[in-house]
């Protein structure tokens, strides 16, 4: 393949690449502005609902003009894919504990960005399977507005619950074209399955990072003073001085301004949960994070061994984790 062939097929989306590595830079410590959120999801489904109704009868159509219509759609509507999954990168990795089930929602915003990214994929993959479309325009949208609903003060997961059932009733004109129903059959149909994406979101929440939350600091120490750890420890700690002196877990959480959300730290031995520690509820809006800490004084006899705080909402969705082990 040629220089310029190269350029023709992959020029475009190597740009996509850089300008999405650029807006993962401008906003990778501040979360983008909600209306730019909200504004990329109603055009999205604007358009997607516009496709939905006009596809079949413009792709059987033998002129080229509406040939293209679908095709400039089509770019546009991966466009604004692509543009959409970058805004919420950023907060679903901030939230996201790698080393737990959540990194694999993390996981697919990325395959999905990637696959948006460049072009030949994404005609190869996602153009030739309507469901794969569908699958896209679901994800991205539920993405988004569980970033965006609490952005404007909804609790995390009330917004979890309600984003999935949103994402799913936007796909009624997609369901009333696959199904050449009426719209009242197709708006029921949507309504069934909402109902129970809403029912699967509950049930699965811990797969779900809690973005926009976000654990930005997480310190053990022996005490607290005002508001700040007294000599922070390492990752490993001798059993004798846990023992006499017991332990801190520190963690600040970062919340949008006005939002309210009860946590709690859950203590585990060895993956075994020893205690549920109840905090004072987060409140957003503080730059360096809502700053609270659980203390444990009772140790098993033994407490030498892998141990770990989970910071985690009142419906159980993990906001971070702190590791630490106890030796001899």
């Known amino acids: 393949m040629t220089l310029l062939g190269f350029a023709r097929r992959w020029g475009i989306s190597i740009a996509s690449l850089v300008g999405g590595f650029l807006t993962l830079f401008v906003f990778r410590r501040e979360l983008p502005h909600v209306r730019w959120i909200v504004g990329y999801i109603v055009l ?7 496709l939905a109704q006009i596809r079949q009868a413009l792709e059987g159509s033998e002129r080229r003009s509406h040939r293209l219509v679908v095709t400039a759609f089509d770019y546009t509507i991966q466009t604004l894919y692509h543009g959409l999954l970058l805004f919420v990168l950023p907060p679903y990795y901030a939230s996201t504990t790698l080393t737990s089930s959540n990194a694999l929602f993390l996981a697919l915003l990325v395959a999905l960005a990637l696959l948006a990214t460049f072009d030949p994929w994404y005609q190869a993959v996602v153009h030739p399977r309507p469901w794969m479309g569908a699958l896209f325009f679901l994800v991205s949208t539920f993405a988004a507005l569980n970033v965006a609903l609490p952005l404007v003060g909804v609790p995390p997961f009330f917004g979890l619950l309600l984003s999935a059932w949103l994402a799913v009733i936007a796909l009624a004109p997609a369901l009333r074209r696959a199904t050449g129903s009426r719209w009242t059959t197709a708006l029921a149909l949507a309504g069934l399955a909402a109902l129970a994406a809403t029912g699967l979101a509950g049930v699965g929440r811990s797969l779900i990072p809690p973005a926009p939350l976000a654990l930005v600091r997480a310190t053990l120490a022996h005490s607290v003073a ?26 600040a959480v970062l919340a949008p301004a006005g939002l309210k959300q009860p946590i709690a730290h859950v203590w585990r031995h060895d993956g075994r ?5 109840g905090l004072s509820p987060v409140r957003g809006g503080r730059r360096e994070g809502f700053r ?17 705080v989970d910071v985690v909402t009142s419906s159980g969705q993990l906001i971070g984790r702190l590791s630490f082990r106890v030796v001899p």
Do not use: H, M
């Open 273 to 277: 949960v020893v205690n549920v520690v």
């Open 226 to 251: 005002g508001v700040e750890p007294v000599d922070p420890l390492g990752s490993a700690i001798g059993a004798a001085e846990l023992q006499a002196r017991g332990l801190v877990a520190y963690t």
């Open 44 to 50: 999205v489904w604007l358009l997607f609902a516009i």
């Open 292 to 308: 609270t800490y659980s203390r444990k004084t009772a140790f098993p006899a033994n407490p030498v061994g892998r141990w770990t």
